[in-house]
């Protein structure tokens, strides 16, 4: 009765445990994943820099509410112009919304006129269990000695309307512009809002 | 998408040709009204259909009534609750109403909970939803029918996820009476909204926070209705990041769930949210305990109030005090103790009795002192910790060591205690007071000598104690005292007991001298923790003023005799007091006090143990290592005894290197501030206290005093295949 009482309480341990999000302040787990052009980024290679990761699903509406209003590509486009790492990455599983192949996702790059640094295939969802990402967008910064200094939704207003982007605050955009200063993060967490990351079935 | 089909009643099946929903509609009653309904299609397929509807047939003026947001939703698609979980959006409504007219917050029906892959869990509703509320119209109404609206804005998932949103209106006529309407829908929901948390007669919540994790304690005895219980966090705004709850321990009348916070930056000790009862998971006779928002603060202010009454902690103060007589600090005080009802075996009843109340007396006085210091203190705003402002302090140690070596030595018969004639007379003229005195004064020698030994009820009395007012403060220590004294009360009031202890006779002189090695053991114990404190040095010139001591003792037992003349009394004690004077001026208060010793040279980084600190603790769970910290000092018996019999052994300590356990001793000799805030956060007065961090999120264990091999062994194999 009681080996069996440790056996379950195991597995409830270890099924808590591999949901664990490493939190802020901690060091951010490296990843090896094949961007759209076949090349192989880890974030190992980014070291020195900030990096930002940004979960995606080009079908998810609170997604489309950022790039269809330009938002995201007009972030992207301000901090990779000043150094910043933009990675963004699809853990959709095969066969589930969101799924891109290589082709897919550079077409919809071209359409969106993204300005990420690159866009990752993790349809293994290794790279988003790894950081416990749970919605798109999800949104990490990760600073050039590898810690994560903010982690959480892209802005305050959770909802799919474009609309009400121009009276939230961006959380990404401040804790850049604050690291960037030399500020500590003032904002380092919050909740991420969208749609549920569509994750292989285990 | 996986949710468990519910049963609601559904009239009819689900589909998506609008004729029959206008049936069931009308089947329903609901279109008799001036309602709106609006569809949501997406590739041609609808998949929410919208209504706004009332529980009445007319508007009373000032009579409140409920209006409901209806929403049917295509099959294996779901909207979300007012907190929506790992993913998705809480279904909003916006009331556009005439001036005077008042609405109270949405009665949101207790949703169903999914978990999907890579561990996304979400709260929400699948089928049919009706989102209540009270509408209060003022007590003049001009016109008829009032025309009612509310924007209405969801989000509603099944792989995919897709925003909706209605402008729905009702009309309804203005009338002086009302019939009832949409009664079996209204009824339906109600009875899934989750009912106001009990009295405390029913029900009661605790609230504590360990690490990042909150923990919440229901005790009720509900409970044992039902076979699944669950908490679902309803979190306010998005700076509080709330993990998944999940239920750590259960008995017939109490529950604990443990919620992470993964923002642990944030200072949140409570949250509200939904305790929810069912037979099954999801199931349909779910009924729930609303945590409102100011219930969850209002109890998080009882944190550091147990559940426990003031009796019962009392009830363990004075088993605490009981057991202190078995501690091993105490025991040599025992034998002295015992030695004197021997003594006093062929004395008088009222006599014998005397001297137990004398000596409770002593035990009694000892603790109100440290009581009243306590308070004094605490309302000064220091930090006080049982043992900590005593045994963490060289000077007690150095004064508990005179005393020690004076009463060994008394014991030994180099001298006797005697009070001064003149004081003597003064207090009364028969001799045997000077018996009480000792009584008293062993009292206060053995409750001294108790001090560092926080024995396992007494922790949690104290740590109770220690957060309470004054008055509770003085009562704990009297009702400690109170079982200290106890057994020596009873057995000088019950002489009858006495009968089986042994007559007097020569062999006691050789038991008095032989205390008085057991008190010498003591010392070196003193000197041991001397050493600690500030090195060889220190003890060794604390062990040279001993010497002088136990000269000054010498002399009086040699010289000072009751027929010793005045003057030549006079010229010993002038030379004792000279001497310890001198020796005191030169050994302690010179040589003593500069004994300095370095901190890197007390971490006992050996066999694997490592210095502790906040920092290093943090960094190791970071990492996700398992941490055992050793919280001990070096004048605490118990911990040594622990360590020896426990945690250096060589099967624990096979097993701390198997399961790659990071092991840290914390080291509480000289009283770290650091260490003592860390023993305050588990409620512990002093050491030793044992703490297991399995890993990163999870709640740390919490042994017991006196530890155990079995039960260390036990944890440590239950954490390790979480932390992998």
């Not at chain 2, 996304?120 to 016109?143: A, F, H, N, R, V």
């Not at chain 2, 001064?420 to 000792?438: E, I, K, N, V, Y």
Request: aromatic share 10%; hydrophobic share 45%.
């Amino acid at each position: 009765m009681k080996t069996k009482l440790i056996a379950l309480s195991s597995i409830i341990a270890a099924a808590v445990y591999a949901a664990d999000v490493p939190p802020v302040g901690s060091a951010a787990p490296d990843f090896s994943l094949k961007d759209t052009k076949g090349q192989t980024h880890s974030l190992s290679q980014h070291k020195g820099k900030y990096v930002v990761l940004e979960w995606f699903n080009p079908e998810c509406p609170f997604v489309k509410k950022h790039y269809g209003s330009d938002n995201m590509q007009k972030l992207q486009k301000e901090f990779t112009g000043k150094g910043v790492v933009w990675l963004t990455i699809d853990s959709s599983s095969e066969g589930a919304e969101g799924y891109l192949t290589a082709d897919a996702a550079n077409k919809i790059m071209s359409q969106w006129k993204t300005n990420m640094t690159a866009l990752l295939l993790d349809p293994d969802g290794v790279a988003g269990k790894a950081y416990g990402a749970k919605n798109t967008p999800d949104m990490i910064v990760i600073n050039p000695e590898g810690k994560i200094v903010y982690e959480g939704a892209i802005d305050s207003k959770a909802s799919p309307n474009p609309a009400d982007i121009p009276a939230s605050t961006n959380y990404v955009k401040a804790a850049l512009d604050e690291s960037l200063a030399g500020k500590p993060v003032s904002n380092a967490q919050t909740k991420p809002y969208g749609c549920s990351v569509k994750y292989k079935s285990s | 998408m996986n949710f468990e089909t519910v049963p609601l009643p559904i009239p009819g099946p689900m589909v998506k040709v609008r004729m029959i929903w206008v049936r069931s509609l009308i089947a329903l009653g609901l279109l008799a009204l001036a309602h709106s309904t609006i569809a949501q299609n997406y590739q041609g397929k609808e998949l929410v259909h919208a209504t706004l509807l009332a529980d009445t047939s007319a508007i009373v003026p000032g009579k409140p009534f409920t209006a409901g947001v209806l929403l049917r939703v295509a099959p294996g698609w779901h909207t979300y609750w007012k907190y929506s979980g790992d993913a998705g959006l809480p279904t909003e409504i916006k009331w556009n109403l005439p001036p005077g007219w008042k609405v109270g917050e949405i009665q949101w029906p207790i949703p169903l909970k999914t978990n999907d892959p890579g561990d996304i869990q979400t709260y929400g509703y699948q089928d049919e939803l009706l989102l209540m509320q009270e509408i209060t119209p003022p007590s003049k109404i001009d016109i008829s029918p009032v025309k009612l609206s509310a924007q209405v804005d969801w989000l509603v998932c099944e792989r995919i996820c897709i925003p909706g949103n209605a402008k729905l209106e009702l009309e309804l006529p203005t009338s002086t009476t009302a019939e009832p309407k949409n009664s079996e829908l209204f009824a339906r929901y109600r009875r899934l909204v989750p009912q106001n948390f009990p009295d405390g007669k029913t029900a009661t919540v605790n609230w504590t926070r360990t690490g990042n994790d909150l923990l919440l304690k229901i005790t009720s005895d509900q409970i044992a209705n039902y076979q699944n219980i669950d908490f679902f966090p309803a979190p306010q705004g998005n700076e509080t990041v709330v993990g998944h709850p999940t239920v750590t321990s259960r008995s017939a009348n109490q529950v604990t769930f443990k919620i992470p916070i993964e923002s642990p930056d944030k200072n949140v000790s409570a949250l509200p949210g939904v305790i929810v009862f069912s037979k099954s998971p999801n199931g349909n006779d779910r009924t729930g305990w609303e945590l409102a928002a100011e219930q969850a603060a209002a109890t998080s202010n009882q944190i550091a109030q147990p559940s426990r009454s003031l009796a019962t902690f009392l009830l363990f103060g004075f088993i605490g005090g009981f057991i202190l007589n078995l501690m091993p600090c105490v025991l040599p005080v025992i034998s002295l103790k015992i030695f004197g009802f021997i003594k006093q075996a062929g004395q008088s009843r009222a006599r014998i009795f005397r001297s137990g109340v004398a000596f409770t007396a002593g035990i009694f006085v000892w603790f109100m002192a440290l009581a009243i210091l306590l308070v004094a203190l605490k309302g000064a705003g220091r930090d006080v910790t049982w043992g900590g402002f005593q045994f963490t302090n060289a000077y007690f140690v150095l004064a508990l060591s005179v005393i020690v070596l004076i009463f060994a030595l008394n014991l030994f018969g180099v001298f006797e205690i005697s009070l001064p004639q003149s004081l003597q007379r003064g207090m009364l003229a028969s001799g045997d007071r000077t018996d009480d005195f000792g009584s008293f004064f062993q009292g206060v020698f053995a409750t001294v000598l108790a001090t560092p030994c926080t024995a396992p009820f007494l922790g949690t009395a104290l740590g109770f104690a220690f957060s309470q007012s004054a008055v509770v403060i003085l009562a704990m220590f009297a009702a400690v005292a109170a079982g200290m004294s106890a057994p020596y009360l009873l057995l000088s009031a019950q002489p009858a007991w006495m009968r089986f202890l042994p007559q007097p006779g020569p062999w006691m002189v050789h038991v008095k001298q032989f205390m008085g090695f057991l008190l010498i053991a003591t010392l070196l114990f003193l000197l041991y923790v001397l050493g600690a404190q500030r090195g060889l040095d220190g003890a060794i010139w604390a062990s040279c003023f001993l010497l002088i001591v136990a000269i000054a003792c010498w002399m009086k037992g040699a010289f000072i005799l009751p027929t010793t003349s005045g003057a030549k009394r006079a010229v010993v004690v002038l030379l004792m007091l000279l001497l310890l004077l001198g020796s005191g001026v030169y050994f302690i208060g010179d040589k003593f006090q500069s004994s300095k010793i370095d901190i890197a040279e007390t971490s006992a980084s050996s066999g694997g143990w490592q210095s502790f600190t906040p920092e290093r603790l943090q960094t190791e769970r970071d990492a996700g290592h398992a941490v055992f910290v050793d919280f001990t000092a070096a004048w605490c018996l118990t911990c040594k005894f622990n360590e020896k019999a426990v945690l250096e052994t060589s099967d624990v300590r096979d097993a701390f290197q198997r399961h790659a356990v990071v092991k840290l001793k914390a080291d509480w000799t000289n009283g770290d501030p650091q260490i003592t805030k860390l023993l305050q956060q588990f409620g512990r007065p002093g050491v030793p206290l044992y703490v297991l961090y399995p890993g990163k999120s999870h709640e740390p264990i919490v042994f017991p005093e006196l530890l155990t091999k079995s039960i260390l062994l036990d944890k440590l194999e239950t954490i390790t295949v979480a932390s992998r």
